[in-house]
């Protein structure tokens, strides 16, 4: 059952249109991600979903109810804001059990969920210390025990992790999980960061300029996005996209590249020859060698490595073309700038678009 359904919802700011027919789903349970770039429209879209937008068109229902006609109060859901604010006078304790006085809920029930809730996050230490002298990753455990002290139905979380550093994200994302595994809640969270919508989220939609362009789980994305801008959106680093045509001879279809070309009939039905394509190889499908078996070789210049730890980066200059490849760090130690290397494009995982359209050749 979907707990949250957003239909073509529309929202102008003046001549700017934030959200421009959004709609998605998001199931009883589920940990759902929103990908999108700055501006896409992620923050607007969760606060019409609190409440806090009044929408220019479309609907939101929550667990089966119009939002339309329901107070902030009563909708059961919170929020955890893209810039988290605690109260900076009041101790952690006091941060936690102030939404639940206001909500007025009894003394003993307060004090017993505020003991759980700091558990649960593990800030059971700090419960009587002011915001100022926790660590950054404890504000935001904080912050968000503040905003599951509640229970809501439904957690609406925006952005939380921009402002930490690597280290703690990679923690946290790790506790994101195990909250919502624990908690069972249906959690909704908007980042412009593809390896956090791809680690935590079961399902993730992608957005582009105030809509969801596609959704599926982070394997299917990855392994057939609909278009160039999600394949641009969804993996890291970014995919390779050369451009080239389409021909026909011998009965068989190829992609016709600046460095030569390639075998297209795993196409074939959708074309018909002559189109401008983009040919899509994602780094990590770039090899290393002459491996017939894999795909057709050719020779390449290493320009510049990037050594990111387990993975090098190396941008090659293939035939004209710039192409950037990842190799595991042990097999890229002899390589340098200026090393000529061979390379397989593995055809198994090429994408095909129109290079017009941008939209994927099935
Ligand atoms: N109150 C407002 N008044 C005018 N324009 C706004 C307002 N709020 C948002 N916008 C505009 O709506 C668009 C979407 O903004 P939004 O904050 O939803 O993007 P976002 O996806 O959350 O971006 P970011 O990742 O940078 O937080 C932007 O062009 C923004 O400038
Ligand atoms: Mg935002």
Redo the contacts with the bound molecule.
Sequence with gaps: MSDLIVQDVVKR??R?T??DGMSFDVREGEFYCLL??????????L?AISGLERLDGGTISVGGRDMAAMPIQGRGIAMIF?TFALYPHLTVRQNFSYPLERAGVASSETSKRVGETAELLRVSHTLDRLPSTLSGGEQQRVAIGRALIRRPKLLLL??PLTNLDAKLRHDTRAEFKRLHRELGMTMLY?T?DQLEALTMGQRVGV?QS?RVVQVNTPRSLYAAPMNTYVAGMVGSPAINLVKGRVTRRNGGYFVELPFGALPADHWGMHLSGGEQVLYGVRPHDVLLGHEPSRGPGFDAVVHLTEPLGDVTLLDLEVGGAAMKMALPEERAASIGPGTEIQVTLSAADAHLFHAETGVRIA
Excluded at 38 to 45: D, I, L, V, Y
């Design positions: 700011f003046g700017v934030a959200l999108g770039p700055s501006s896409a429209g992620k923050t607007t879209m606060r893209q925006d952005e908007a412009p957005m105030g």
